[in-house]
């Protein structure tokens, strides 16, 4: 487990179409790695440019989702806006902050998370196998 790790290293992006390196770091604090490269996921998170809120989320789970090729579901979630999560099998938790904003970003085996705001890229993006539910699709349900 590693808990309260900041990481900001300069490491080769995995091979994800669209995703570029920054010149500056993106502040990631690692909470729980368990069974996935978290040093490797999170120095990876550190390096991504994203020309806005709503690329950014969308390269955080491609990147995320590209290490190692683990068969886990990645999502990522603006943390000022409310949510509920019962997330099973959590492998990787961390928190990014991209232009003000704190996000969290989990990889789990299973489990159903709920956007009670607004469901926009800006805010959340998701990779993995999922039903969705609920008004707007706000209700994800990870297989």
């Known amino acids: 487990m590693i808990s309260g790790l900041v990481i900001a290293a300069a490491l080769v992006l995995p091979?994800?179409?669209g995703v570029q390196p920054a010149a500056a770091s993106t502040p990631v604090t690692v909470g729980?790695?368990?069974g996935v490269p978290g040093v490797k996921i999170a120095a990876w998170l550190s390096l991504l440019a994203a020309p806005d809120r709503a690329s950014f989320t969308q390269q955080a789970v491609s990147v995320a989702d590209a290490t190692?090729?683990?068969p886990y579901n990645v999502i990522i979630m603006n943390l000022a806006i409310d949510y509920n999560m019962q997330l099973t099998g959590v492998h990787f938790f961390a928190t990014l902050k991209f232009e003000g904003v704190f996000y969290g970003l989990w990889i789990a085996e299973g489990g159903t998370f709920r956007n009670k705001g607004d469901g926009g890229y800006?805010?959340?993006a998701f990779v993995g196998q999922f039903t969705r539910s609920g008004e707007g699709g706000k209700i994800v349900h990870f297989h």
């Open 122 to 124: 800006r805010n959340w």
């Open 32 to 34: 729980k790695s368990q």
């Open 15 to 17: 091979s994800v179409v």
């Open 68 to 70: 190692d090729e683990h």
